[in-house]
Structures are given as C-alpha cells and as structure tokens.
C-alpha cells in the first residue's frame, strides 16, 4: 500500500455515504413534479398543498432530533443503513393506492430518513477524510444530493410523459415516488462494503480498527499522528449533550446553526420543491415547465462540481461570499422581473439558474462542509444534530409557507424576501466563519476551544494564509 495512504479507499467510502445523498436529494424533490398533480385530486387550499410539499420534513426534524445521539451510541455506518430502510420503506407504501393520511404517513417515515442521511452523511465523510481534500469530498455528498435531485426530475418528466394529465392526476405521481425503491436498494447493498467510522471507533475504544482504516486513509506514519490527536481530543471532552453549549464549543454550534439556517432561508427549497409551480406561473405549459426544471437540475450538478473543484484551492469563505452576493443579485432580478410584468420569456429562467449556480458553488455543499469540520470529536455527532435540526425546521417553514406567501404579497416581494436573507448571509460570511482549509479537525477543535484568544485566532489565521 502507499506509504500516504490510499485514496482510492478514501473515495469509495464517500461515493458510497454520497449515494446517501443522493437518496436525500431525489425523495426531497420528488415532490416537486407531483405536487401539481396532487394538488388537483385532492383540490388542495394553498395551506393544504404546502402542508402536502412539506410533510415529510417533519419526519426531517426527527431524524435530524435523534440521528446524532444514535450515530454516537450505534455508529455512523449503522444509522445509513437505517436511512436506506426508510427511503425504501417510504417508496414503497406511496406506491400503494392509499389515501391523503397515508401518504403523509408514509412521507413522514421517508422524511426521518432524509433528516438522518443529511446529518450522518457529511460527518461520516469528514471523519474519515485526509485533511487537505476533506472539503472536496464533504462536498461530493452534496453533488450526489443535486445528482438525485436532477435524477428525480428526469423520471418525474418521463413517468408524466408515460399517458394523459387524467392517469397522472390519479396514479403517475404515485410511480414518481415509488420510483425511489431501486436506488434505496442500491445504496443498502453498498454499505456493506464501507468501514465505520475510524474516529468513532476510537471513542469507543476500539482503537486497532480506527488505526487499520486511518492507516488505509493516510498511511501508517500520520495515521499514528492522527490517532495520538483523536485520543488527546477525547481525553480532555466530557461529550454530553450540555458540552456542546459550553465556551469554546457554543461558537461552533451558533456558527453551524445559523449558518444551516441561512442555507434554506435564502429561498433554494421554495425554488427546488415548486420549480414546475414557478415556470407555470410566467405562461409555461405543464411539459415545459418540467423539461426547465431538468435545466435547474442540471446547472446544480454542474456548478456543485465546480465547487469540488476549488473549495480546498479557494477556501470555503471565498465562495461563500461569491455565492451569498451572486444569490441577492439574482433574486432581486426575478423579484424585479415578476413586480414590472416581465415574468414572460426568458427572464425568470435564466435569472433562476444563475441563483442556483451561485448556490451551488457555495451554501449548497458549503453549510454541510462548514458544519462537518467545525465540531469537536466526541460532540460532532449532538452538535451537527442540533445544526441539521434548525436546517430542517427552515426547510419547513420555507416550503410551507411559499405557496401561502405567493398567495398574499406575490411573487415579487416574497423573492424580494429571500434576496434580503442572501444578503444577511453575505454578512453573517463576512463577520464570523473562519476559514479551515487544509487543517485537520483537531486543529480546527483547538481553534474554537481558545476562539476567545485573539492570540491562538490569529495564529490560525496566519496559518492558513501560509498555506
């Protein structure tokens, strides 16, 4: 084996967590090609269609509430497996011909999953990364989630295409979820051939694992390194849940938690979870509207991609900012676009798709990354709960009320909205997140637990300009 590790290894185990995002990506968005349908069988209110849109994000403030106690007690590995049971377990029972309450029912289980691959998916990839590529594979989960979002919009326009808008208003919604079944199946059987996670087997004692897989990672010499460094970092935390609130532990979290809050706040999922809605609006046919979603879909992918590229060249405060600036300006153009009655053409669409090329150079992969590095060992899997859990509880209260908001101030002011949040982010950048490219997490631990020394901040600040 090379002396510096394996890469190859390192790789496989993050293309399989990212199938996990993919997962969350395709059964998040799913709804987007259905809603319209849904919406006339049932002869949804406004209220109704965005509680519809939304259900199963309560299933992802669960999974986000216990996924990080669990992964601590359990391990990470074994609460993937959980999601992937529940993706499949969500598919399938929409899949039957059942009622309204079932399928909220079934979302909701569908919804604990995504809560819990959201928040196990990117701590396991960080935990197991060498430090100098960790941002670019921490954001290779958020590819594979725009990967399954761009995916469910290709079977969501192929299974409407299958016969009229009649069979799609009774049964073609149900295949585009039931579709989820196949790739639930695929991501379970490749679970079984990654390793824990190296830095929660060492909190669990089991140190000759935890070297093995960091010595298949780094090679042998910094394996040994990195384990000295994990074993000092967990001698010197209590890991309670109270610990996390606690100086030098609560930055981080008030960091990770903002942060996660902005990522949805700033309007991505109203534009994810409505795009069909949306391009309807500005005089689109149903089967354009779908084939312009394809297009949101595919400059995600593409711009999540340069994101990979140049987060561990650039740094992760660079495109944060690039992107949060890029956002506003966008959607203060479609704001401005539906407020002028010039919503028809062209310039919605174009307008849409660089906020979400802006979005997916930064708060898309970026709040995951961000999140992932910034917490203590034995805390990372409570922290990054709390964390995940505000990004859902957003999620929610964006989607839910996006439709309603449509319906008393309009489209203008309610993207005006979200571009005042894009702004707010672009402070937020600015002000308070270090840039941590190319430390390792525990050098990155012992920045926040002396935050309040200018002194140790400023040497990490030099540091990294080194670098």
């Known amino acids: 084996m090379n002396k510096n590790g394996n890469k190859r290894y390192v790789y496989k185990a993050t293309i399989v967590a990212a199938v996990g995002g993919l997962l969350f990506g395709y059964d998040t968005a799913v709804v987007a090609g259905a809603i319209g349908f849904i919406q006339k069988l049932y002869d949804l209110s406004p209220a109704m269609k965005g509680w519809v849109a939304s259900c199963a994000l309560i299933g992802c403030i669960i999974g986000a509430m216990f996924s990080g106690v669990l992964s601590d007690k359990f391990g990470r590995k074994k609460l993937l497996i959980a999601a992937g049971l529940m993706f499949a377990i969500s598919s399938a029972g929409i899949l039957m011909p059942l009622n309204l309450t079932w399928f909220v029912f079934f979302r909701l289980i569908g919804g604990i999953g995504i809560g819990t691959a959201s928040m196990i998916g990117p701590m396991y990839i960080a935990e197991i990364a060498p430090a100098d590529i960790r941002g670019r594979l921490v954001s290779i989960n958020q590819l594979g989630i725009v990967t399954g979002i761009l995916l469910i919009y290709f079977v969501n326009a192929n299974i409407a295409g299958w016969h009229d808008e009649t069979w799609n208003i009774t049964t073609g919604w149900r295949y585009m979820f039931g579709s989820g079944v196949i790739p639930s199946v695929i991501f379970l059987i490749m679970l079984f051939f990654v390793p824990e996670s190296p830095r929660w087997l060492a909190s669990k004692e089991r140190l000759d694992e935890a070297d093995d897989i960091l010595t298949k990672v780094n090679g042998k010499q910094k394996a040994q390194q990195e384990l000295s460094e994990i074993k000092k970092t967990l001698n010197i935390e209590q890991g309670s849940f109270s610990e996390i609130f606690k100086p030098g532990v609560r930055k981080a979290l008030l960091i990770g938690v903002v942060l996660c809050i902005f990522s949805q706040v700033t309007g991505i999922n109203a534009i994810m979870y409505y795009a069909p809605e949306i391009f309807k609006s500005t005089g689109d046919a149903t089967s354009s509207a779908l084939m312009q979603t394809v297009l949101v879909g595919i400059i995600n992918v593409l711009f999540t991609l340069v994101a990979i590229k140049y987060v561990d060249k650039w740094g992760r405060r660079a495109l944060l900012l690039a992107g949060t600036a890029g956002m506003a300006v966008c959607l203060a153009i479609v704001g401005g676009a539906f407020h002028f009655d010039m919503a028809k053409g062209y310039i919605i669409l ?96 012992k920045y926040f637990m002396h935050a309040e020394d200018k002194t140790a901040a400023l040497n990490l600040k030099q540091s990294t300009l080194n670098n």
């Open 350 to 445: 174009i307008a849409i798709l660089a906020y979400i090329a802006f979005f997916a150079v930064s708060l898309g992969p970026l709040a995951f990354v961000v999140i992932a590095e910034i917490f203590s060992n034995r805390n990372r899997g409570k922290a990054m709960s709390v964390a995940i859990f505000f990004l859902w509880i957003s999620v929610y209260a964006v989607s839910q009320s996006f439709p309603m908001l449509l319906n008393s101030i309009g489209s203008a002011y309610t993207f005006w909205i979200y571009m005042v949040m894009s702004i707010l982010a672009f402070v937020f950048v600015l002000k308070l997140i270090p840039e941590t490219k190319g430390k390792s997490l525990e050098e990155i631990e």
